[in-house]
């Protein structure tokens, strides 16, 4: 492929400090570069790992693996309501000190040796104390993480002392989203499953639309706003120093294209409607008795300036990606988090979390049913391609991938990680370009 300049008015040009030429396949396929992801990006980064209503109450917690991190951490609510995140290791003989994924404690005890330690992690009691020497408690309490909040969802960041907090780490790409309703989203489901492909290219099959005409053929390629090219083209995107946006447009004659029908009712039901009664018969039954069944109305100017930042009438949702693996799908009447957790450097934990507005009545709990198995589908069409693709990859055939101009945010994301990874190692930028060129 001959390089060349993006024509003026793509999102490419827009951003032409990411150039417009190909991708190395290599981050995505050697198990070196994964190491160097685990020590420079993962281990210094802030990382969701829940919400602030897992942990409702003082004494309740959370354990969560971080593969990437290589280690374990217990996020648990203290007494004065503060949320706390400490590895999961006694200071003793290192024991696990959680063995439960989830529960309420009112002290955490280790099960080797009954080592003792308060919802701060503080050391708080040693059986036969009096055997040790020179013990002073303050010395042995849980190794803390950092641990912070943003719009209720918890993030910790295995740096003590980050050097960037998480309010500023999110803030420039995500302060005009904030006082979205994510707190009245109560609701929903959840899936978890592990992917042989790399991190980041199971990611990148969720932060571009280019597929979604081909690959979700048979679920939902009909409630998608599409081009001549019958493809779906992005209202906008938005690139950052770490994060990325797309915002997309759907059918609003498709239930599925129309998120707003079910909570907004009115018009905007009965243009979800007009072509779902007669081709999508299940979609529609299912709106219908949905209706005004929601507990809390989300009118769309009452959202942040943020989300739908376009103003398009047609919008359908807003992709929000934190880096590194933090996929946020913002919606009128609910939100799709999910999570690419690095396992291995050919291995992927996806979980995917749904949350919706609580239904009031069997018809709305009916709709959420339709929707679970619509979105579940989605997702497996989503997942079909990954471990080919993973594959198709380690073959070494090719050396490079080609993205067009509606694929921006899976070439932002290579050069924010390379980016930091030449930071981090003493190289510029461009050495880190040329490299990866020269391979």
């Not at 003792?116 to 708080?124: N, P, R, S």
């Amino acid at each position: 492929m001959i390089a060349t300049q993006a024509p003026e008015g793509t999102l490419t040009a827009r951003y032409a400090e990411l150039g417009a030429g190909l991708i190395p396949v290599e981050p995505y396929i050697s198990a070196e570069y994964y190491e160097r992801e685990k020590a420079h990006i993962f281990k210094k980064t802030w990382l969701h790992v829940g919400r602030v209503e897992e942990i409702a109450q003082a004494g309740d917690y959370f354990v969560k693996k971080l593969d990437a991190c290589d280690t374990e951490i217990i996020v648990v609510r203290n007494k004065q309501g503060q949320i706390r995140a400490m590895h999961n290791v006694c200071s003793h003989r290192l024991n696990q000190i959680a063995y439960d994924k989830t529960g309420h404690t009112r002290k955490f005890f280790c099960k080797f040796h009954g080592w003792a330690y308060d919802l701060d992690g503080k050391l708080t009691g040693v059986p036969d104390e009096k055997c040790f020497f020179g013990l002073d408690f303050k010395d042995y309490a849980l190794t803390r993480v950092a641990c912070d909040v943003w719009q209720g969802f918890i993030f910790v960041n295995m740096d003590p002392n980050p050097k960037m907090s998480l309010a500023d780490f999110m803030k420039p790409m995500y302060g005009d989203v904030e006082g979205y309703p994510f707190d009245r989203m109560t609701v929903g489901f959840q899936w978890e499953t592990v992917v042989n492909c790399n991190w980041k290219l199971a990611l990148d099959a969720f932060q571009e639309a280019y597929h979604v005409a081909y690959v979700h053929g048979n679920s939902i390629a009909d409630a998608i706003d599409k081009s001549d090219g019958g493809s779906m083209p992005p209202l906008d995107a938005l690139c950052g120093d770490f994060h990325r946006r797309l915002s997309l447009a759907g059918n609003q004659k498709s239930v599925y294209g129309n998120p707003k029908a079910v909570t907004s009712g009115g018009a905007a039901a009965a243009e979800a409607l007009s072509d779902a009664a007669t081709t999508r018969p299940i979609a529609a039954a299912a709106l219908r008795a949905g209706l005004g069944s929601a507990r809390h109305a989300f009118p769309l100017d009452a959202l942040p300036s943020g989300v739908n930042w376009t103003k398009s009438p047609n919008w359908l949702f807003d992709i929000n990606v934190i880096f590194p693996d933090f996929y946020v799908s913002l919606r009128p009447n609910y939100i799709q988090a999910y999570n690419f957790r690095p396992i291995a450097h050919n291995k992927t934990l996806f979980e995917a979390r749904v949350y919706y507005p609580e239904m009031t009545t069997p018809g709305g709990r009916f709709f959420l049913e339709y929707m679970k198995v619509a979105l579940r589908d989605v997702l497996l069409e989503d997942l079909s391609t990954l471990e080919r693709t993973q594959r198709a990859a380690e073959t070494g055939v090719k050396k490079h991938m080609v993205l067009q101009d509606n694929e921006l945010l899976v070439r932002h994301s290579y050069h924010v990680i390379e980016r930091l990874l030449a930071e981090a190692e003493g190289r510029t930028t461009t050495e880190a370009r040329t490299e990866a060129i020269a391979e």
